[in-house]
């Protein structure tokens, strides 16, 4: 029988992509020998309804740029091609019926691994896919949460700290202050080109 694939999945807004997601989606790929790691742009994002999201279409050109130099890297549009607001488990159900020889890894940062118990259909969600749940700067990962986990599907990885969030990018670029060397350079360039977030936006 041929080997299973082994497939991260690292799903964010994106808005926009910077090197936290990046450095994340890379160690993690090594960490685990990883064959490739997807990136799923969400669609309509139901817990960020508090603020205005770019429209699914930039974010998906940010992480196609953010991407295309590595040779593992792949960029999805399972979440932004279907309708309504993102759910993880139909993320991992859509790619897993798309990648049915494949073992999927989810990827995702301390703060929202916390929200994992939040989500619907945990035990469904643990069938699916092993976790992964990266460190970030000014996320701790409480001791009682860590004691919840089903070690067998999540597994915990210490990565370089990169304090980075969209959020910050967003508000930089709003006081017209740079955002080189946080996010990828193709990546600055479609912000300014597309005036993305412009001075006077909510974040
Ligand atoms: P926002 O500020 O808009 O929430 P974000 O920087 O948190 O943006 P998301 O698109 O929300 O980015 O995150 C996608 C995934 O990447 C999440 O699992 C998040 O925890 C993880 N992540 C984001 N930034 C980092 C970072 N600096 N280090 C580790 N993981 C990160
Ligand atoms: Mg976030």
Same mark, same amino acid.
């Given at each position: 029988?041929?080997?299973?694939?082994? =497939?991260? =999945?690292?799903?964010?807004?994106?808005?926009? &992509?910077h090197h936290g997601h990046l450095v994340a989606a890379s160690e993690v790929q090594a960490w685990f020998d990883l064959d490739e790691?997807?990136?799923?742009?969400?669609?309509?994002?139901?817990?960020?309804?508090?603020? $205005?999201?770019?429209?699914?279409?930039?974010?998906?050109?940010?992480?196609?740029? +953010?991407?295309?130099?590595?040779?593992?890297?792949?960029?999805?549009?399972?979440? @932004?091609?279907?309708?309504?607001?993102?759910?993880?488990?139909?993320?991992?159900?859509?790619?897993?019926?798309?990648?049915?020889?494949?073992?999927?890894?989810? &990827?995702?940062?301390?703060? +929202?691994?916390?929200? #994992?118990?939040?989500?619907?259909? =945990? $035990?469904?969600?643990?069938?699916?896919?092993?976790? *992964?749940?990266?460190?970030?700067?000014?996320?701790?990962?409480?001791?009682?949460?860590?004691?919840?986990?089903?070690? $067998?599907? =999540?597994?915990?990885? $210490? @990565?370089?700290?990169? +304090?980075?969030?969209?959020?910050?990018?967003?508000?930089?670029?709003?006081?017209?202050?740079? *955002?080189?060397?946080? *996010?990828?350079?193709?990546?600055?360039?479609? #912000? +300014?080109?597309?005036?993305?977030?412009?001075?006077?936006?909510?974040?």
């Open positions: 029988m041929a080997e299973r694939r082994r =497939v991260g =999945v690292m799903g964010g807004t994106f808005d926009p &992509i790691v997807i990136f799923v742009p969400t669609g309509d994002p139901w817990q960020k309804s508090d603020r $205005e999201v770019s429209p699914a279409e930039h974010r998906y050109l940010m992480t196609v740029i +953010a991407t295309a130099a590595n040779p593992r890297f792949t960029v999805s549009r399972v979440d @932004i091609d279907r309708d309504g607001p993102t759910y993880t488990i139909d993320t991992l159900r859509d790619l897993g019926e798309q990648l049915p020889d494949a073992d999927l890894y989810f &990827i995702t940062g301390a703060d +929202a691994l916390a929200n #994992i118990f939040t989500w619907r259909n =945990v $035990e469904e969600l643990f069938k699916l896919a092993n976790f *992964v749940g990266c460190t970030r700067p000014g996320y701790e990962m409480e001791a009682k949460m860590l004691a919840d986990i089903p070690t $067998e599907r =999540v597994t915990i990885v $210490e @990565i370089p700290a990169l +304090a980075i969030s969209s959020t910050d990018c967003r508000k930089r670029t709003k006081r017209g202050e740079p *955002v080189w060397y946080l *996010v990828p350079d193709g990546v600055v360039q479609y #912000i +300014a080109k597309h005036q993305l977030y412009p001075s006077g936006a909510s974040s």
